[in-house]
């Protein structure tokens, strides 16, 4: 977890045991992103983004250029990104970098096109799901119905173990916010 830019936009790194790795969210300083990279001998195998929004994309251009690295992200927030998405994700497909399979949930609600990345006991929620909050749904194209939907799914998910990274603050488990989150208890 690399926290970026002025917000502190959590920005993951994921690896498999060869050094190959997705980056999750890079929303600025790519340069230090590129850095930790380097330093921990990780090659970039895919970008991943979990929606459009400034704080999460900020990083994205010069991640590219400098790892070339084919981007992800979902079609509802294409008009968002000044890259071309190199993969248009859907919900259940599997993105693969290396040896790790990273399963896309549709999360829609904080912007139309948010996703997760659930990989293995890991899940990175971006912006929909927080520790005890949700995402924002009062920007353009953000809906509160729409997020309590992808909501209701998401705690719908077998994985009682499951890990959350949010795109801000501190981890927790889909456990502890079906038993605690007050969004979700709606």
Known sequence: RLPVG??????????????????????????????FLDDNGLHCEKILLTHGHFDHIGGLEGLKRATGAPLVMHAGDRPMVKSTPDILCTDGQIIEAGDLRFEVIETPGHTPGGVCYKCGNALFSGDTLFRDSVGRTDFEGGSFETLRRSLAKLS???DADLKVYPGHMGTTSLAYERENNPFIQR
Do not use: K
């Open 6 to 35: 002025m917000l502190a936009t959590n920005c993951y790194v994921v690896s498999d045991d060869a050094g190959r790795c997705a980056v999750i969210d890079p929303g600025a300083e790519p340069d230090r992103i590129v850095d």
């Open 156 to 158: 719908a998910l077998p």
